[in-house]
């Protein structure tokens, strides 16, 4: 079984939409949760962390539910510029905390 | 600030040659990582090193790829010799010790011929 699960997507959204991805880890000692962006072609870069009684960041939020082993992000009010994949990324202290990522969950904002 | 510095940004090699790419983290960052993201594909970690020490390698196919930090700075990974399912972006990351969060590099696109 895979450390994190996410559904890859294509998610093609207009502008102004909210809209909403998942993702499902393994490990249950799993003690720190992210989420990154990943533009075309380009590395990853931090979007936001996520704690465990949720939290927002401008358009952002993002949840976490441990007893389902499940974090989410949702992005209210779609802009072109969010068109990118998001990657879910988790880590535990019993890895070292070592990332493990997802496949990543590509979104495309429409005009 | 100064980001994570890798090169080179693109290589194109034939099977069974050979590769090496460089990696220099953010000043003053312990904890160095490389991975390997195939197209599609979320990063996955290869080797995580503390100063110049090996933390993590077992993900490193060592028959064929190998990694240094010898000075506990810059870093370089090696793979000799490559095969067609190599082909992938090479990221370096680096994070303060203990630190949680990673910052990336802009990657080494290997194509394998």
């Known amino acids: 079984r895979k450390e994190v699960e996410q559904d890859p997507g294509p998610f093609n959204v207009p502008e102004g939409a909210t809209v909403a991805f998942n993702c499902t880890y393994s490990?249950?000692?799993?003690?720190?949760f992210f989420w990154y962006r990943q533009d075309c072609r380009k590395e990853p870069k931090l979007l936001m962390s996520?704690?465990?009684s949720g939290n927002e960041d401008g358009r952002f939020t993002a949840q976490l539910n441990r007893a389902s082993q499940y974090i989410s992000l949702l992005i209210r009010d779609s802009k072109l510029s969010d068109s990118a994949t998001y990657l879910c990324?988790?880590?535990?202290?019993?890895?070292?905390?070592?990332?493990?990522f997802g496949t990543g969950t590509s979104l495309t904002v429409i005009p | 600030e100064a980001g994570v510095a890798q090169s080179p940004r693109y290589k194109i090699i034939e099977k069974r040659q050979s590769v090496a790419f460089w990696c220099n983290p953010i000043s003053g960052h312990a904890t160095l990582y490389w991975y390997q993201q195939i197209l599609g594909q979320g990063p996955k970690l290869l080797i995580q090193f503390q100063n110049n020490g090996v933390v993590d390698d077992s993900q490193l196919p060592k028959d064929r790829f190998s990694a240094e930090r010898l000075k506990g700075v810059d870093s370089t990974l090696k793979i000799q010799p490559a095969k067609l399912e190599d082909s992938a972006v090479y990221l370096c990351?680096?994070?303060?010790?203990?630190?949680?969060?990673?910052?990336f590099g802009p990657g080494t696109r290997l194509t394998v011929l």
């Open positions: 490990n249950s000692a799993s003690q720190s």
């Open positions: 990351a680096s994070s303060l010790e203990g630190g949680l969060r990673q910052f």
């Open positions: 990324v988790v880590s535990s202290r019993n890895t070292g905390n070592q990332f493990y």
């Open positions: 996520v704690y465990s």
